[in-house]
């Protein structure tokens, strides 16, 4: 979702692992976020045999909820600006399509393949000019909170939680490395195969972790 700098179509965000996602949701609502509601997603990522996107830090992403989104997520380049490395930066651009089973048969006659499915519930706020996504994974519940860099670090204070804690890796980015750490088979971020092996993300959590 890009609600900010629009002309450079920039999405800037923070993420929070939330071991206690209802407190933590209960002092949003207290500040006076305004709830858009939840909903399934489902998510398929896309590299050609090269794995050139993967090498580019870009993403080809197709994703499923209330509608159908075709998104590029890329890197948007080196930045002087040394509080950009605060945040996760991606450019993005993204387009609704009319249908998620053809959208996912062009990419593929295209010749990009498959490298990622990973699924997730989310509950999206408004607060202000932030978007908050309170995201149930199937490895745990966590807070992306995306608008203009002033306005999250603000935002971050009012809730209480603290900076150094946030995360600046994507979900399949913190999937990677704990599939790597645990040993973990499976190669797709579902709530079934999470299911069949249960996962303490809080052990793991300090490999994530931004600091100050």
């Not at 629009?6 to 929070?16: G, N, R």
Request: proline residues 3%; hydrophobic residues 35%.
């Amino acid at each position: 979702m890009n609600i900010n700098n629009s002309a450079d179509h920039l999405e800037i965000e923070v993420k929070y692992y939330l071991p206690d996602i209802i407190s933590v949701r209960n002092r949003i609502v207290d500040l006076g976020a305004d709830s858009m509601g939840k909903t399934y997603e489902m998510n398929i990522l896309f590299d050609d045999p090269d794995r050139n996107f993967l090498n580019k830090k870009s993403v080809l992403r197709l994703r499923k909820d209330t509608k159908t989104k075709l998104t590029l997520k890329s890197s948007p380049g080196i930045s002087d600006d040394e509080s950009d490395k605060q945040f996760k930066i991606f450019r993005e651009l993204e387009v609704e399509v009319a249908s998620f089973s053809t959208m996912k048969s062009i990419i593929e006659s295209l010749g990009f393949q498959k490298t990622l499915m990973y699924e997730k519930w989310r509950e999206t706020f408004l607060y202000k000019d932030i978007v908050i996504c309170f995201d149930n994974m199937p490895f745990g519940d966590f807070l992306e909170i995306e608008g203009e860099k002033d306005t999250i670090k603000l935002f971050v204070h009012k809730t209480g939680m603290k900076w150094g804690k946030r995360i600046l890796f994507s979900y399949p980015q913190l999937f990677k490395t704990i599939k790597e750490k645990e040993k973990i088979l499976f190669t797709d971020i579902t709530f079934e195969n999470f299911k069949k092996t249960p996962f303490d993300f809080s052990r793991n959590i300090s490999l994530f972790e931004a600091g100050e």
